[in-house]
């Protein structure tokens, strides 16, 4: 397998404070191990929203190299990184992304999207969950909002910041919104300086169509 690292960067316009976020990334069929996008689009909110996760425990679902993640902790978040627990590769590039990014406090945790494991219930109160692309695949849209709507069960007041690419006018997460109880709010990408091709010093997110959205509980 081709391993490569890549360097994205946030903030430093007019002179001002940046922080540089490095991912690991396998060139492999494995979704998990690609930066996409989306995970551009999510660091830039983030880092736009750096007083809302300072200081705030932040769960990121389907990590992957874990850039939203890995960002969230150098604006000192508490952070959790989680993947798939039954590809533990994709586990052991979160925790490589760490150890690049020189964040040994991040932890990582094995979750899969629609169970609840018992490692799920030893962590602290969780107030941002965060996933980039996560509505990928139509499959994983109920049991990815099963999750979500686990955890803010379980803490009261948490939101969830996800972004995802339009890949087809037929899929809606919609219905399954109302299902679990939960509201969402659309954030236009110019409102936090991410309507352009390229952010973080990278080529992406490019020409694709991304949406940010911030879902909590009704």
């Known amino acids: 397998m081709q391993r490569s690292l890549r360097t994205f960067r946030f903030g430093g316009q007019d002179g001002g404070e940046s922080v540089e976020v490095i991912t690991p990334e396998v060139l492999d069929p494995s979704y998990g191990m690609y930066t996409w996008p989306c995970a551009v689009v999510l ?6 929203h750096q007083s809302q996760v300072a200081t705030k425990h932040v769960l990121e679902l389907g990590a992957g190299t874990s850039l939203p993640g890995i960002l969230a902790a150098k ?8 993947d798939n627990c039954h590809l533990p590769c994709c586990l052991e590039n979160c925790r490589r992304s760490c150890e690049v990014n020189g964040v040994s406090e991040v932890k990582v945790l094995g979750l899969t999207w629609g169970q609840v494991s018992p490692a799920m219930l030893t962590l602290p109160p969780v107030d941002v969950i965060l996933g980039s692309d996560c509505f990928y695949d139509p499959k994983d849209f109920g ?19 996800t972004s995802y690419q339009e890949r087809s006018s037929d899929w809606s997460i919609e219905p399954l919104l109302k299902r679990w109880k939960l509201t969402c709010i659309h954030f236009p990408l110019a409102l936090f300086g991410a309507d ?6 990278s080529d992406l997110p490019g020409n694709h169509s991304i949406q940010m959205l911030q879902i909590t509980a009704s």
């Open 43 to 48: 660091a830039q909110f983030i880092w736009r």
């Open 196 to 201: 352009s091709p390229s952010l973080g010093g």
């Open 143 to 161: 049991d990815v909002l099963a999750t979500v709507y686990y955890f803010m069960q379980q803490n009261p007041g948490a939101k969830f910041w």
């Open 75 to 82: 604006c000192g978040a508490s952070v959790t990184l989680t």
